[in-house]
């Protein structure tokens, strides 16, 4: 019989795993822990929980939760107990190079999740996902484009809940669906700081499955957004040409918020990063 979420939620607690604000993997920026790490270490990190069936909370911070957190305490708490927090973006990567971070690489929303779709491959059973999230032409479309691309994958459940406050019960019901659906990989479309409560709030529902909050990731698997070149990506300028391409949507946010955000972190990364390279030399010396 399938269990409903009341029952998931008494059941088996949460896999034995480090906050990311206690981690050594991560490093604090501004107050939020970023891995210091790679593609390859996330995903390596997380199809390793998949396949141990270990939970996971993973946050994809861009600059623009930075911004958010700065004002909003409780989604600080959020990322402090996330299980792993990627720097999604060039400037978060810089600001952890700047601070002293030595491995801290850029790793996208739509990276990771690719990464984990195309590891199913190396699991013993089919990789079970779910949509919670998103706009449902945009959400059936990446739906369409994983069953496409990835054949191992399978999508058991998909949800797009209206863009408004959603009822107790209408929650209750989207939660039991997921619930008895018992996918492996949750990938949460709400945007912050509204995917980040959702997951702290419902993860403990699925308590071995890896919850991401994925923001817009779905766009570009549904061919709604473009990415970069190659080469623009490696010289962390993709914001440049997502700007470009929504300039009326994007500019106050990227000009008036993070801009300010990035400015006002860098010196505080940077008299970081000198306290770190001194300490190191220091203890070089004896």
């Known amino acids: 019989m399938a269990r409903t979420f009341e029952q998931a939620s008494s059941a088996v607690a949460p896999g034995e795993r480090l906050r990311a604000d206690e981690s050594p993997d991560h490093r604090r920026i501004a ?6 790490g790679t593609l390859t270490g996330a995903r390596a990190l997380l199809v390793a929980s998949i396949r141990d069936g270990v939970g996971a909370r993973v946050a994809t911070a861009n ?3 930075f911004a958010l957190a700065g004002q909003d305490r409780h989604l600080r708490s959020l990322l402090l107990a996330s299980h792993l927090v990627v720097a999604d973006g060039a400037p ?3 600001l952890a190079r700047l601070s002293g971070a030595r491995s801290t690489g850029r790793v996208s929303g739509v990276d990771l999740v690719d990464a984990l779709l195309r590891a199913s491959t190396e699991l013993p059973m089919p990789l079970r996902v779910a949509i919670y999230g998103s706009e449902p032409e945009i ?3 990446a739906r369409e484009t994983f069953a496409r691309r990835f054949p191992r994958v399978q999508i058991v459940s998909q949800h797009t809940p209206p ?3 959603l009822t107790a019960d209408e929650v209750r019901h989207d939660l039991d669906e997921l619930v008895a659906a018992d996918p492996q990989l949750v990938l949460v479309a709400l945007g912050c700081p509204k995917q980040e409560r959702f997951i702290a709030d419902h993860s403990a529902a699925l308590p071995r499955a890896v919850w991401i909050g994925v ?4 766009d570009f698997f549904a061919g709604r957004r473009r990415r970069a070149p190659r080469l623009i990506q490696q010289a962390g300028l993709e914001w440049a040409v997502r700007l470009a391409q929504e300039p009326r949507r994007l500019w106050r946010r990227y000009l008036l918020r993070d801009l300010p955000t990035f400015l006002a972190i860098a010196p505080g990364c940077l008299s970081s990063g000198v306290q770190d390279r001194l300490a190191r030399w220091r203890r070089r010396r004896g």
């Open 63 to 65: 600059l623009d939760f």
């Open 139 to 141: 959400a059936a479309a």
């Open 92 to 94: 978060i990567a810089w």
């Open 31 to 36: 107050g939020v822990p970023i891995f210091d």
């Open 163 to 165: 863009f408004r406050a």
């Open 215 to 218: 923001g817009g990731t779905l």
